[in-house]
């Protein structure tokens, strides 16, 4: 990845120009500290870019730095109080191969950022899971989506614009979660070799639901409310399956 100018950086804020240039924004200390990390286990990484202040140009990092002034990183940072440390990252990186021991949890068509991070968080925290989104998704590299995993985007494999197709071709048990479904405590839920989530608004369309390998899963409830927060039914059903 060559190293990008003060207004290639700034771009990085709008998908067009993250797609356009291959990379995104991680700003903060913490993401910069789950970045290096990350680097161990994920080499690919290793072609990340730090832009630090001067004040931290000694923030210790394997990753090369470059020092900009206070000015330029008010530019490129995305928060009101800037911490003075920003990551640019290769998208590529974060797209990892599917690895044979991962399951996989399909998001289709979630638009919001905050509950793609706590996903990535709950998948991060227990391992062994991959993350695909379909086409229509929010944008996993915006910066509320990256803020949001803390730091979870650097551990957990990535795939984006999967579509229903490509899903049932990839994998031959399905849990569909459903209101009605069956219990999260059956052994065919615990075979499933894939999760799919629909979004809180519109759930799971019925020609996924109606293809074959597809068993549908739900969490019951008192009925008092309509749905769950989609990031709290990923949460308990990621633990039941490794519990």
């Known amino acids: 990845m060559g190293l990008l ?43 990340s870019e730090l832009y630090v202040t001067e004040k931290n140009q000694d923030w210790p990092s394997d990753l090369p730095k470059h020092v900009v002034s206070d000015k330029l990183m008010k ?4 928060t009101p109080s800037p911490q003075g440390i920003v990551a640019c990252v290769p998208i590529t990186a974060v797209l990892a191969a599917s690895a044979a021991d991962e399951r996989g949890v399909y998001l289709h068509r979630i638009q919001d ?17 991959r993350c695909l989104l379909s086409q229509d998704s929010v944008d996993p590299f915006n910066s509320k989506a990256v803020r949001a995993s803390m730091g979870a985007i650097f551990h957990v494999a990535l795939e984006t614009d ?6 049932t071709e990839r994998y031959e048990e399905i849990a569909c979660l459903e209101p009605g479904g069956a219990s999260l405590q059956s052994a065919d839920f615990h075979q499933a070799a894939c999760l ?19 068993k549908t899963f739900g969490i019951p409830g008192s009925g008092r409310i309509e749905s769950l927060n989609l990031a709290s039914t990923v949460n308990m059903c990621v633990y039941e399956l490794c519990r």
């Not at 950022?113 to 899971?129: D, S, V």
């Open 5 to 47: 100018t003060t207004n290639e950086l700034k771009k990085l804020h709008q998908k067009k120009y993250r797609q356009q240039f291959g990379c995104f924004l991680a700003e903060g200390e913490h993401l910069a500290q789950e970045l290096q990390k990350a680097t161990h286990a994920n080499p690919a990484l290793r072609a």
């Open 113 to 129: 950022p905050g509950n793609l991070g706590t996903i990535l968080r709950t998948l991060a925290w227990f391992g062994g899971f």
């Open 75 to 78: 530019q490129i940072s995305d």
């Open 196 to 214: 799919a989530f629909g979004s809180e608004a519109a759930g799971l369309p019925a020609a996924l639901l109606q293809r074959p390998g597809m």
């Open 162 to 167: 999967v579509s229903m197709e490509t899903l």
